[in-house]
């Protein structure tokens, strides 16, 4: 598919994300939508399961139909038989008149059934007969009626799963899965939370005339790296809250950390490693360390080839006398003072010394630059071991004049 069909689609869809998972999404909404045939579309909570219900409905012929929305894990399993089916005049006591059901409701357009892992096992009989004849029978009613209903059905939980617990018929499992749509969870596309971030901000500041003067880098880079264990609907209502406590504001990292519950706390331990030098002086001797290794490997290569056996070197690691000089004196104010040690949440890995010195920025761009220099300038394994997709680990290149 060309990207300005994709785009198109994924515009009148409302379906957000630029990542590979987004994309494949909509290409099969794309591909199965049309035709008559069950779907079913599984996923955690809040991942967009009803999002793509609804996009494959108004992308099908059956769009100017019915499009019917059934909770079967919000009726109860009493009445949920007559909900979608119907009943006849005094069928059950309050069965006052006869009722058409969902699925007449639905005649010619889409029905879908939403958490269909809870539906009881007598309405999944009656719901496979649909299926496989378009007929059904009303409760209490001795005549079949015959629709014309597309079905789509979502699921959070594993529905073989449910088999084996005997909650769930497999023959209707094989009937619904035959076209599965799985709904990634955020985690599976974390890439494309800035975009979610900015779209959901930008949509809910304007449909509620707050001023928003929009999130750091390093706080999009903190929500870009949580774990969502409620997907998009968590990110979304995580954002709104965001805007409405921080009218105007700029929403930066130290918000973001606080509202997520991250915060520093000290600690008594000595967990964080103490380090007495400037990062640059560190990282300097360690250079130093390598070429003397290296000075040493090609003296120990040359005693090897001359048979000098007794000049071989035994210990492991320059010695300090050795690394000082070659080290340039270092200035009282490039030295780092100890401060208290701080734990920060066990998602973030910061030298402790460095706390108040340095911002998320220079941190990540330190990162990046590192990280690619390892991989030799390779933009994918780079990417891959930052855990980023290549289009962020691109625009941060750009953003840094890496
Ligand atoms: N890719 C997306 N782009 C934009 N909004 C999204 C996307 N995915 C989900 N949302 C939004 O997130 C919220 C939750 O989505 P939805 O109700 O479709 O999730 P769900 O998978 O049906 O969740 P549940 O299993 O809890 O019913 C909705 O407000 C929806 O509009
Ligand atoms: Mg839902």
């Given at each position: 598919m060309n990207d300005t069909r994709l785009n198109r689609l994924q515009q009148s869809f409302g379906i957000i994300g630029e990542s590979e998972k987004i994309k494949e999404i909509i290409e099969t909404i794309d591909q199965?939508?049309?035709?008559?045939i069950t779907i079913l579309i599984s996923g955690e909570s809040g991942t967009g399961k009803e999002l793509i219900a609804d996009a494959l409905h108004r992308h099908s012929l059956r769009k100017h139909h019915p499009f019917v929305k059934v909770n079967c894990g919000a009726i109860p399993a009493g009445i949920l038989e007559s909900e979608l089916f119907g009943h006849v005049k005094g069928s059950f006591t309050g069965a006052i008149d006869d009722r058409k059901g969902y699925f007449e409701t639905a005649n010619n357009g889409t029905i879908f059934l939403d958490e269909i892992g809870e539906m009881p096992l007598e309405t999944q009989v009656k719901l496979l007969r649909v299926l496989e004849s378009g007929e059904f029978l009303p409760v209490g009613g001795s005549r079949s009626k015959k629709v014309d209903v597309r079905i789509i059905a979502a699921t959070n939980k594993e529905l073989f799963e449910e088999i084996e617990k005997k909650n769930f018929r497999k023959d209707l499992y094989y009937r619904l899965k035959t076209i599965t749509i799985v709904a990634p969870s955020l985690r599976q596309h974390s890439e494309d939370i800035p975009l979610l971030v900015e779209r959901f901000a930008l949509e809910f500041a304007n449909r509620n005339g707050i001023p928003f003067k929009g999130f750091s880098p390093n706080a999009i880079h903190i929500l870009e790296n949580h774990s969502w264990p409620g997907n998009i609907r968590e990110l979304k209502n995580f954002i709104e809250s965001m805007i409405v406590l921080e009218k105007g504001e700029v929403i930066n990292s130290a918000k973001v950390l606080k509202r997520l519950g991250i915060e520093k706390r000290p600690i008594s331990t000595n967990l964080p490693m103490k380090v007495s030098k400037s990062v640059d002086q560190a990282e300097r001797e360690l250079i130093l360390q390598q070429i003397l290794l290296m000075r040493r490997d090609i003296a120990d290569i040359k005693n090897v080839v001359t048979g000098d056996?007794?000049?071989?070197?035994?210990?492991s690691t320059p010695r300090t006398t050795e690394l000082q000089r070659y080290i340039a004196p270092v200035h009282e104010e490039e030295t780092i003072e100890s401060e208290p040690e701080y734990e920060i949440s066990q998602d973030y890995l910061v030298n402790p010394n460095q706390l108040g010195k340095v911002s998320l920025q220079e941190v990540e761009r330190e990162l990046i630059e590192k990280t690619l220099r390892k991989f030799h300038n390779k933009k994918r394994q780079t990417a891959a071991a930052l855990k980023i997709s290549e289009r962020t680990l691109y625009r941060k290149i750009i953003e840094y004049g890496l």
């Open positions: 199965v939508a049309s035709a008559d056996y007794n000049h071989i070197s035994l210990e």
